[in-house]
């Protein structure tokens, strides 16, 4: 096992190269240019291939190209390039087209502070084009290692439900440095749980079957198969069609793929949850780490307190949220984006509140603060506690 002290960019970098990824485009935007940096000095030495692109919405139709030539590719960007990348994510979700896509959040909107951490794609990771009729996969890493991890299964995801998979990481994550453990062996990469699928091909003549089935190979060009990749409605032989039955075909395709194998995309980490917590702390990506010393400290000060950690977002985990409780979603934004699935997934008796901050993380004393004041029956006011930390 190696272990090193880096980046969680350097960690994606490496689980890129573990994975098996030999095509990286992008465009550098902070805090996700070193991604760029490491792959062009990473892909050579392996074989692969970097390219420098004019633009966001280059770099993933150049990833799209590449993965159609049957090559594992990947691109990285912040908010401002993840809105660009809008109509090749349409593509490729599709025509069914593997793609890992990194996105490392940064305060917004726009180009907002470019060295913040921020939390405001969590919507636009769950529909990241147009036309809607389809479900996303989006794992948030927490830490280095944990993007190193999710980075390696995003791959592994793809291959499978043959789509494009986030990575949606925060400006922390990205920039911060931790210790990274990179497996050597394979039986270093079992023990780390850790999963690669391997590029199949699609012989035909069936390339987009009307089923939920997974594990299907996808379209690779030049194999004389008379395969195709518009981004038209496609009949089950990849042909252009305006007819309305293959667009209802294709569509439960694009969704319950998705829908019915949720199994092996689910994660997440309850906190103290055994003995039906007053309070329950939800968060994902870096606020998630501030939540668990929360937890720790509010339990310790006597607060029947608990926490769940989100790992993948999209498609939701509702089966999370199956406790009746006080629920508090901690974001970094101000406009609350988390806590409205929380909302809608939590049980009908329960109460649901929101505490953002913009740019930084919150205290571990004001989430505990803000515990004690739920269960006190106070009302918690999202905008008192961000003039405060002002």
């Not at 032989?237 to 309305?244: H, S």
Request: glycine letters at 8%.
């Amino acid at each position: 096992m190696k272990r090193v002290f880096d980046t969680g960019n350097a960690a994606i970098t490496e689980a890129a190269i573990f994975a098996g990824c030999k095509v990286f485009a992008g465009y550098p935007i902070t805090p996700a240019t070193e991604i760029a940096e490491n792959m062009s000095r990473r892909l050579p030495q392996i074989g692969g291939y970097y390219v420098q692109a004019e633009d966001e919405l280059s770099a993933l139709h150049m990833c799209i190209g590449a993965s159609l030539g049957g090559l594992k590719a990947m691109t990285s960007t912040s908010g401002p390039g993840y809105v660009l990348y809008a109509d090749p994510y349409g593509w490729a979700l599709g025509s069914e087209i593997p793609v890992v896509v990194v996105n490392a959040q940064r305060v917004g909107p726009v180009s907002g502070i470019t060295g913040a951490p921020g939390q405001g794609e969590f919507y636009l990771s769950r529909y990241p084009t147009h036309g809607g009729n389809f479900e996303s996969i989006v794992l948030t890493p927490n830490s280095v290692q944990e993007a190193f991890s999710l980075t390696v299964e995003a791959f592994y995801l793809a291959e499978r439900f043959r789509m494009p998979v986030t990575v949606l990481a925060d400006q922390i994550v990205t920039d911060g440095w931790e210790t990274l453990l990179i497996p050597e062996t394979e039986e270093e990469a079992k023990e780390m749980g850790l999963r690669i699928a391997p590029r199949k091909i699609n012989y035909g003549p069936e390339f987009y079957p009307a089923t939920d089935e997974i594990d299907v190979p996808p379209v690779v060009l030049g194999h004389n198969t008379g395969a195709a990749c518009s981004d038209w409605t496609p009949t089950a032989e990849g042909f252009d069609t305006e007819e309305v039955e293959w667009q209802h075909k294709h569509a439960y395709r694009l969704i319950y793929k998705v829908r019915n194998h949720k199994d092996l995309i689910t994660r997440y980490e309850e906190i103290d949850t055994e003995d039906n917590p007053d309070v329950i702390l939800v968060a994902y990506g870096s606020p998630s780490r501030v939540l668990k010393s929360a937890v720790k400290a509010a339990r310790e000060q006597g607060l029947k307190v608990g926490g769940i950690r989100l790992v993948s977002i999209w498609p939701f985990p509702d089966e999370a949220f199956s406790k009746s409780a006080k629920y508090l979603s901690v974001e970094l934004n101000y406009d609350g984006q988390l806590v409205r699935e929380v909302q809608r997934a939590v049980p009908k008796d329960s109460e649901v509140h929101f505490l953002g901050r913009c740019g930084e993380l919150p205290k571990v004393a004001e989430l505990v603060d803000a515990a004690r004041t739920l269960i006190n029956n106070q009302p918690l006011e999202s905008i008192k506690w961000q003039r405060e930390a002002w």
